[in-house]
């Protein structure tokens, strides 16, 4: 249950490992007074837990403009009976909700992942690869004709929740029922990251669209986008749904008729 704790100044750092602790950075940015807290506690990643070892890293500077990379070295004996070629890098920047950022490199022999995370602040830690949905929808009542985006109406008035609607509506089985999530403020120009409400994305077998793999609630943006992150993410992530293979995708909204694709489409990674 305890940490390993590091403090320590990241300037532009090339393939350094602070403390030997296992988290190498590269970034020509200046991240500046940096803490690393490295523990062995899985985290619970929705539905699957990660390899026990994580790592905290809170830096003075963050931003994606940083460009960070990492290297997160681990011992098999960590794997937590998860599958070794199936893990892939996770970050919590919210205290709440794990993002998958991916594989760009993993070495099974020397056991370490390789990922351009973009920025490192926050929890990170490896757990089973998920499936990444890029989808774009648009809700009839909020389509601006003129425009041919949505009106964030609900957002500029603060009507938009904070905290997912359809599991009080009685859908089950979502996958992050309950999250809270920082609806952005709308600014006196509107963006195409503006939100228009939350929607019930789904994932369905090709050969029976009625039956269900799995579901999560997501956010709409202005421009069509789904995301299940309106701070970083431009896709929807569905923990547990891996591998390449072809899905029925379904949309759903509170007081809109539900949506599916006319024929299963291929995701891979």
Not at 45 to 62: F, K
Not at 151 to 175: D, R, W
Not at 231 to 236: A, I, Q, T, W
Request: glycine content about 10%; proline content about 5%; charged content about 15%.
């Amino acid at each position: 249950g305890g940490e390993i704790v590091k403090e320590v100044t990241l300037n532009a750092p090339s393939n350094y490992n602070p403390g030997n602790m296992g988290l190498t950075f590269t970034t020509t940015g200046n991240l500046g007074a940096t803490t690393i807290r490295r523990g062995h506690i899985p985290q619970f990643l929705a539905i699957d837990q990660s390899i026990a070892r994580y790592y905290q890293v809170t830096p003075t500077n963050a931003g994606p403009a940083y460009n960070v990379s990492l290297d997160f070295q681990y011992f098999d004996a960590e794997l937590s009976g998860l599958n070794e070629a199936d893990l892939a890098m996770w970050i919590n920047t919210t205290g709440s909700f794990w993002a998958r950022r991916g594989v760009d490199m993993h070495n099974t022999t020397t056991d370490e992942l390789g990922v351009n995370i973009g920025y490192a602040i926050g929890t990170i830690t490896l757990g089973l690869d998920a499936l990444l949905l890029n989808t774009r929808v648009f809700l009839q009542g909020a389509y601006n004709n003129s425009l041919s985006k949505m009106n964030s109406k609900l957002a500029e008035n603060s009507l938009v929740p904070n905290t997912e609607p359809y599991t009080a509506l009685g859908y089950t089985g979502i996958q992050n029922a309950g999250e809270t999530l920082t609806i952005p403020i709308v600014g006196s120009i509107p963006d195409d990251s503006d939100i228009v409400d939350w929607v019930l994305v789904e994932v369905r077998t090709p050969s029976s669209p009625y039956s269900l793999v799995a579901r999560r609630a997501a956010l709409l943006r202005r421009d069509g986008l789904v995301t299940s992150d309106p701070g970083f993410l431009r896709s929807v992530t569905f923990l547990g749904v891996v591998g390449a293979a072809n899905y029925n995708v379904a949309i759903r909204h509170r007081n809109h008729l539900g949506v599916m694709t006319s024929s299963p489409y291929y995701f891979g990674f």
